[in-house]
Nanobody, 126 residues
Framework: QVQLVESGGGLVQAGGSLRLSCAAS????????MGWFRQIPGKEREFVAAINWSVGKPYYAASVKGRFTISRDNAKNTVYLQMNSLKPEDTAVYYCAARQAGRRGTFVRESTYDYWGQGTQVTVSS
């Protein structure tokens, strides 16, 4: 059974940094594209970043581009989200997601992902 476990969330002041990790229990991790989404209570979950399985190309939401960096370590079955210059509006529960190679559709769309983690809370104080 596939499991995605996020870690690294917490409370940080505006302008600070956090690094989220997502450990995946997927035997063929290298053949999965990975994504990060976030959700504020009462709002829909939104795309943050993704990294594809083949060449590791990153994709970012406009709101985080230049501040966040997604990366992956296939040897450790782990994907990371380095978050710098954090803002109060980055406060949310952050979710890791995995989708199999060959899945069609934009990385932005939730429905294109096969597996989800339970989420980790990130709180940015002003």
């Amino acid at each position: 059974q596939v499991q995605l476990v996020e870690s690294g969330g917490g409370l940080v002041q505006a302008g600070g940094s956090l690094r989220l990790s997502c450990a995946a229990s997927i035997r063929t991790f290298s053949s999965y594209s990975m994504g990060w989404f976030r959700q504020i209570p009462g709002k829909e979950r939104e795309f943050v970043a993704a990294i594809n399985w083949s060449v590791g190309k990153p994709y970012y939401a406009a709101s985080v581009k230049g501040r966040f960096t997604i990366s992956r370590d296939n040897a450790k079955n782990t994907v990371y989200l380095q978050m710098n210059s954090l803002k109060p509006e980055d406060t949310a529960v952050y979710y890791c997601a995995a989708r199999q190679a060959g899945r069609r559709g934009t990385f932005v769309r939730e429905s294109t992902y096969d597996y989800w983690g339970q989420g980790t809370q990130v709180t940015v104080s002003s």
